[in-house]
């Protein structure tokens, strides 16, 4: 198995066994299954891995522990960006007290020096919370691709349930492993309520 | 493995269902309910709201001189006011971020609407300073942009730290409850009924559809947020003390400011927190969401911040005492026997005896007790902005420049418009935002079953 998970011999794979989808699936966004507990959409998404898809991705009403993990979806970036906003926050408030202070407008307050940096301090604290925290939300809005009006699964029978009890896995018809009736089998073998196939 | 009598009582009572939970939440907000509670709370926060619009009309027409403010006492119920509501506004923050962060699972119930509250207390305090420059349409000047004055705020000033402060502070709340909310109006979309509501909610939710990545990086974003908000809600108060701290007058000038008012404005802000949740759990059948334990937890933190405002009131004494000061030790005397020595007695009694009864588990697992004293904790709290504000500035120095004060009816309308401000708008968040975070909740409910989505085996310790 773990061999399949190899891109280099997934992509050789592919250059031999990649055949013209059948019509039908043209038209498909992917092939969806709903589980009812989170355990089981857990197990069906480490056995999907298992079998070489990678265009998968789970909808769930909270956040499940270790499913991104069993998709093989480890770094989000997140921290990264963060880290970016916290430090643009920090120098351009510590660069625009400074700038005030000691070249725009000089002002001797109490004989203390024009760089008084200490005094600078709250202000520069309060910009780089302010810089990560802008960057917290807009770096996470923008990586998960958001707002987004529609999106096909929107469209999948029962999936308003996925906001609130139920547990939905879908492999997309994108993937190059994708094939109808084999994905129709291995879904059932996991033993969701149903399946379901998602139009475009 | 710990045995299960070990156990800590549950957080939500055995029984809860993912289904169950986004009903019952869903469930206040949609369909429309028609309770004539929502109806008379709503209708008062209303009839106060033209309270403070005709005060504040009355205010910008005539001047600062309509409030009670003079030459000594210069700040009045203003800033006293200010105080207060920021104090309160700083428990949304600490429930949401500290407690996020220390993994205490049961802060999950009560968040949504602490960090509701959190914002509508922000909003009610910064009316208080912008309405006490006098001139509240140039409040910009305080912002540091490019201006044909060619003229900067002075930035070694805590006044414009605190303009900073509470403006962060306000954003940020405002972004944690927001992205906090996002998985939840996608749920309200999912249930809407009626065209207008999916599209409303539709259009908060930003397109959420719950995806595995996007849950990634939504947990990794909140928990930098907490792990943000966390020193920024100490860095607030911190703030506002230093506005008093780094002024000269005596009773003020004291480096034990910035702790002690962190600490009086989450006793304050947990006053609050139970204010609201023990109706809201009454009228809206929430106990076995926000349970005796929530209660019970946010008294004993009520409890360690009160125990950490009195030894500020101690140490307060004992350094007017020790420093040898005489203008240090007439402010300790002037606060116990002067004019105003009512307002120090009103605080030691509510701020420092009143608590001591949490010490028993029966009195913090008392509802009705726990309202009662949560009222007084917050008059306790309001009398100590009191004390700090008035009668440091009223008896400075010299005896030539000393005052007193009188509030005028226009500053107790202003205080009361106020709290109109925060009823109204809470009422409209309860009506048109579930109040409770659903997403958290489900966790919890997997978690609460012991991971497995069967009842438990073990019998709650304290059903309500």
């Known amino acids: 198995m773990a061999a399949v998970t190899n891109p280099l011999i997934l992509s050789r794979n592919m250059s031999t066994e990649a055949t013209p989808k059948p019509p039908d699936t043209q038209h498909l966004y992917g092939l969806a299954a709903r ?115 529609y999106h096909p699964m929107f469209k999948a029978p029962r999936f308003e349930l996925a906001t609130q009890t139920d547990f939905f896995l879908c492999i997309e018809a994108s993937d190059p492993r994708f094939n109808l009736a084999a994905l129709h089998a291995l879904l059932e073998s996991t033993g969701p309520i149903e399946i379901v196939e998602v139009p475009w | 493995m710990i045995d299960a009598d070990l156990k800590p009582p549950p957080v939500l009572h055995p029984g809860q269902s993912l289904e169950s939970v986004t009903n019952q939440i869903t469930g206040l907000v949609m369909p429309r309910p028609i309770q004539r509670t929502w109806i008379i709370g709503f209708g008062i926060g ?106 900067w705020p002075q930035f070694r000033s805590p006044l414009v730290w605190d303009v900073f402060a509470v403006g962060t502070y306000l954003t940020v709340s405002l972004i944690f409850w927001y992205v906090g909310l996002i998985p939840d109006f996608a749920t309200m979309r999912d249930r809407a009924k009626t065209k207008p509501a999916w599209l409303i909610y539709g259009c908060l939710s930003l397109g959420w559809r719950g995806a595995s990545r996007h849950w990634k990086r939504y947990q990794t974003a909140y928990l930098l947020l907490a792990g943000l908000a966390a020193p920024l809600v100490i860095s607030v108060h911190s703030v506002v003390g230093m506005d008093f701290a780094a002024a000269l007058v005596p009773g003020w000038h004291s480096t034990i400011f910035p702790p002690y008012f962190v600490a009086g404005a989450i006793l304050s802000g947990f006053a609050m927190v139970l204010t609201l ?13 926000v349970t005796l334990r929530h209660i019970d937890n946010c008294a004993k933190l009520m409890l360690i911040t009160a125990l950490i405002v009195s030894y ?94 009188e509030p005028t009816r226009f500053d107790w309308s202003t205080l009361l418009g106020t709290m109109g401000f925060f009823l109204a708008g809470f009422f409209l968040f309860i009506r048109f935002i579930p109040m409770i975070s659903m997403s958290e909740v489900r966790e919890l409910v997997h978690t609460s079953n012991g991971g497995r989505h069967e009842p438990t085996d073990f019998e709650p310790k304290y059903v309500d």
């Open chain 1, 35 to 149: 589980f009812g507990t989170p355990q089981a959409v857990l197990a069906a998404a480490r056995t999907i891995n298992q079998h070489g898809y990678q265009r998968v991705e789970a909808y769930t009403p909270y956040a499940v522990k270790g499913l991104a993990e069993a998709l093989q979806f480890h770094a989000t970036g997140i921290p990264l960006i963060v880290l970016a906003g916290g430090l643009l926050g920090c120098l351009g408030g510590f660069l625009m007290l400074w700038y005030a202070n000691v070249i725009s407008y000089p002002l001797n307050i109490g004989g203390k020096p024009l760089n008084s940096w200490p005094a600078f301090i709250p202000i520069t604290f309060e910009m780089t919370v302010l810089g990560a925290s802008l960057f917290s939300l807009f770096g996470c809005l923008a990586l998960n691709g958001l707002p987004q009006p």
């Open chain 2, 312 to 405: 500020g009131y101690g140490m307060e004494l004992l350094a007017g005492w020790y420093s040898g000061n005489p203008f240090d030790s007439f402010v300790s005397q002037n606060r116990m026997f002067g004019p105003y020595a009512w307002s120090w007695w009103t605080i030691m009694t509510c701020n420092v005896m009143v608590p001591q009864f949490l010490w028993f588990r029966s009195i913090r697992r008392s509802v009705p007790t726990m309202f009662f004293i949560c009222i007084l904790i917050q008059i306790g709290m309001w009398t100590e902005r009191f004390v700090i504000v008035i009668t440091s500035l009223h008896r400075e120095f010299m005896p030539s420049g000393w005052g007193a004060y």
């Open chain 2, 46 to 151: 209303s009839v106060l709201i033209m309270v403070l619009g005709y005060s504040v009309c009355w205010l910008i027409s005539q001047g600062v001189g309509v409030w009670g403010i003079n030459m000594p006492v210069a700040w009045g119920f203003a800033i006293v006011n200010f105080v207060w509501w920021i104090g309160i506004g700083h428990a949304g923050t600490f429930i949401s971020a500290m407690l996020l962060l220390m993994r205490q699972d049961w802060r999950t119930s009560i968040n949504r609407f602490a960090e509701a509250m959190t914002l509508f207390a922000v909003a009610c305090a910064g009316m208080f300073p912008l309405l006490h420059l006098g001139r509240p349409w140039v409040f910009y000047w305080l912002i540091p942009y490019p201006n044909t004055m060619k003229l």
């Open chain 2, 277 to 289: 949740a023990i109706p809201l759990r009454a009228i809206y059948k929430l106990q076995n969401l």
